[in-house]
C-alpha cells in the first residue's frame, strides 16, 4: 500500500470512530447593515484538511465583535464579514475533537476538548510569528474567525490544528468558550496596564463582557480595581468580584474627580473596554501623571478618537497603547486562572437559535457579565 493510500486509510478510520453527521444546523447571516439578522439554518459539514481538526462546538461565546461583524457595526473601521465565513460569526467556541487531519496526529486525538479563537490561524513563517513577543498577532497571513473563517456558530467546526487551543482540567466547556476572545482580551489588557500590585486601575465599563473578567484578573495579580459603570445591578456584580470601589457615572458629578479623590493623585492605569465616546472622552483624565491608558473596547462610531490633547500627554507624560485579543500564550494563561479557581465568566446562558435576542440586548447595553449559547 503507498503512503498515499496509507494516510487516506488512516484518515478515513480515525474519522469513523465518531459518527459524523453529513448536515448541521448554524447561525448563518442575512441581510445587511443593521437590520441584518442570523438565524438558524442547515448547511453541509466540512470535514478536515490535513492541517485541521474538526471540533464538535459544544457552547460559543458571543462577543461584541460578532454582533458588530453580523450588524456592521464596524464596517466604518474596515471591518466587515468576508465570503469565506459562509456568513457564520463567532469566535469563542469549546468543544470536543471529533476528526483529525492527517498531520496533525502528534497533537490531537478524538476526545480532545479544543477551543476556537478570534485567530483562527497563523502562517508561522513571517517576520510577525518569528519575532515572539507577542507579534504573530500581526501576522498578515492569519486568518480570523468569523471574519475570514467560518466561525463557532455552528455545530461542527473547522479548526487550524495548529492554532487550536487546548482547554485544560478544571475548565468546563462554558467557561472556557467566553475565554477564548473575552477573557483572554482583558487578561492581556490587564497585563499591557502595566499596573503593579498594591496599585489602583480604573476601568470603565467594569460591569459588562470583558469589564467584568478585566475586574477578576486585575484582582487576581493584586492591584485595586475602580470599577466604572452604571446601575445597581452592574455594582453588584464588580464588588462581588472584588472591585474596591465603584463609581456609578450616570449619578456621579465629575467621575475623574471622584476617581482622584480615592486615589489620590489618579490611577496607575486606565483600562477601557467600553465602546462609546464618553469612555474614551474620559478615560485620560483619570490617569495620575505616567500612567497608562489601554484601549480595548472598539466603538461603532469610526469618528470616537482615544486620548487626550497633546499638550496634556506631554504634560503628564501618559502612555496610551492598544490592546488585542492575546497570542496562544496569552490564552493558556487566562484559562489557568479559571483551573485555579481565580477568575470565571459570569455566564448568561442561551441557545444557538437565540443569536438576534442576544445581540440586541448587547447593542442595547443591558446584558452584564457574557453570553454564552448552547450549540450541542
Not at 488512516?10 to 442575512?30: C, D, F, G, M
Not at 495548529?162 to 467557561?175: C, F, H, L, M, Q
Request: charged share 20%; glycine share 12%.
Amino acid at each position: 500500500m503507498t503512503s498515499t493510500a496509507k494516510n487516506l486509510l488512516a484518515r478515513t478510520l480515525n474519522i469513523a470512530k465518531i459518527e459524523i453527521p453529513k448536515h448541521q444546523l448554524a447561525a448563518v447571516r442575512v441581510g445587511e447593515g443593521e437590520e441584518a439578522k442570523a438565524p438558524l439554518q442547515t448547511i453541509d459539514v466540512v470535514l478536515p484538511g490535513s492541517d485541521d481538526v474538526l471540533v464538535k462546538i459544544n457552547w460559543t461565546g458571543l462577543c461584541g465583535s460578532d454582533d458588530a461583524l453580523i450588524t456592521d457595526g464596524l464596517a466604518g473601521n474596515g471591518l466587515t464579514m468576508q465570503p469565506e465565513t459562509k456568513g457564520i460569526a463567532g469566535h469563542e467556541g469549546a468543544g470536543v475533537v471529533v476528526a483529525v487531519g492527517d498531520n496533525m496526529h502528534h497533537r490531537w486525538k478524538i476526545g480532545d476538548r479544543a477551543g476556537i479563537k478570534w485567530i483562527w490561524s497563523i502562517c508561522g513563517e513571517c517576520e510577525f510569528c518569528t519575532n515572539g513577543g507577542g507579534e504573530e498577532l500581526h501576522c498578515p497571513n492569519q486568518k480570523v474567525s468569523g471574519f475570514t473563517a467560518p466561525g463557532t456558530f455552528q455545530q461542527y467546526a473547522v479548526s487550524d490544528g495548529r492554532y487550536t487551543t487546548r482547554i485544560p482540567d478544571g475548565v468546563s466547556n462554558e467557561e472556557a468558550a467566553p475565554i477564548m476572545c473575552g477573557g483572554v482580551t482583558a487578561y492581556s489588557a490587564c497585563k499591557k496596564s502595566g499596573v503593579r500590585p498594591g496599585q489602583w486601575v480604573a476601568l470603565l465599563g467594569a460591569g459588562g463582557g470583558l469589564g467584568h473578567l478585566a475586574v477578576q484578573y486585575c484582582k487576581a495579580m493584586g492591584m485595586r480595581v475602580i470599577a466604572i459603570d452604571h446601575g445597581d445591578a452592574k455594582r453588584d456584580l464588580c464588588k462581588s468580584l472584588g472591585a474596591e470601589e465603584f463609581v456609578d457615572y450616570q449619578t456621579t458629578e465629575g467621575v475623574a474627580a471622584e476617581v482622584k479623590r480615592i486615589t489620590t493623585l489618579g490611577a496607575h492605569g486606565v483600562v477601557v473596554t467600553a465602546f462609546t465616546k464618553q469612555a474614551y472622552e474620559t478615560a485620560p483624565s483619570l490617569l495620575r501623571p505616567k500612567g497608562t491608558m489601554v484601549v480595548v473596547g472598539l466603538p461603532h462610531d469610526a469618528s470616537v478618537r482615544a486620548g487626550s490633547t497633546p499638550f496634556d500627554i506631554v504634560q503628564s507624560q501618559l502612555k496610551i497603547v492598544g490592546s488585542m485579543v492575546g497570542t496562544a500564550k496569552d490564552v493558556e494563561e487566562a484559562l489557568d486562572f479559571t483551573a485555579r479557581d481565580l477568575v470565571h465568566p459570569i455566564l448568561t446562558k442561551g441557545t444557538l437559535a437565540e443569536v438576534d435576542h442576544f445581540v440586541q440586548r448587547m447593542l442595547a447595553g443591558d446584558q452584564p457579565g457574557r453570553v454564552v449559547l448552547k450549540v450541542s
